[in-house]
T-cell receptor, first 114, second 114 residues
């Protein structure tokens, strides 16, 4: 059973466009993290959200944690080719789960074309 | 001065063989992890160690045995390799063992079993 569903699975856009990717679950998480993974490298943490309704901005990236702490979204404004990569969400502390373990979604593979 | 390093980067071997992957972190972290990322990019925790003690052991076959000689190293030994073991294996480390701490990932080891 996969706890975190990410959509879309693949996204190909032109430079300058805006996009949103989603991370949804039926479970409540105490925190949710977003990572970006580039080809041949390990994931790198972008942000952690812990409060329902929380919005965090990282330059052109806006992260939101749902009020019920079951879902999250990542919005990128004016995408650049350097944004290309696999975006992973990961939740921890879900009901019945552990505060020691992150559960990852399957990711959204974003390609930004010049 | 790579923070989390893994060797080898690529490993090609035949079914039935035994192989090891090494991981070292120079961040002074107390907790280290092994993850498996399959061909569909799904990243799943296998093990984690805190101060050389096993704290997470997911439902991984007994053929996989982690060993932590000290806080800075966590090696993964795999016996009797099977085709399904082909994947990218990531080592990670964090300051503490809970999800509150950022995890730093290594570059991955791509294991191909033929």
């Amino acid at each position: 059973t996969q706890l975190l569903e990410q959509s879309p699975q693949f996204l190909s856009i032109q430079e300058g466009e805006n996009l949103t990717v989603y991370c949804n679950s039926s479970s409540v998480f105490s925190s949710l993290q977003w990572y970006r993974q580039e080809p041949g490298e390990g994931p790198v943490l972008l942000v952690t959200v812990v409060t329902g309704g929380e919005v965090k901005k990282l330059k052109r990236l806006t992260f939101q944690f749902g009020d019920a702490r079951k879902d999250s979204s990542l919005h990128i404004t004016a995408a650049q080719t350097g944004d290309t990569g696999l975006y992973l969400c990961a939740g921890g502390g879900d009901s019945g789960g552990s505060n020691y373990k992150l559960t990852f979604g399957k990711g959204t593979l974003l390609t930004v074309n010049p | 001065d790579t923070a989390v390093s893994q060797t080898p980067k690529y490993l090609v071997t035949q079914m039935g063989n035994d192989k090891s992957i090494k991981c070292e972190q120079n961040l002074g972290h107390d907790t280290m992890y092994w993850y498996k990322q399959d061909s569909k990019k799904f990243l799943k925790i296998m093990f984690s160690y805190n101060n050389k003690e096993l704290i997470i052991n997911e439902t991984v076959p007994n053929r996989f045995s982690p060993k932590s000689p000290d806080k800075a190293h966590l090696n993964l030994h795999i016996n009797s390799l099977e085709l399904g073991d082909s994947a990218v294996y990531f080592c990670a480390s964090s300051l503490g063992g809970t999800i509150d701490y950022e995890q730093y990932f290594g570059p991955g080891t791509r294991l191909t079993v033929t």
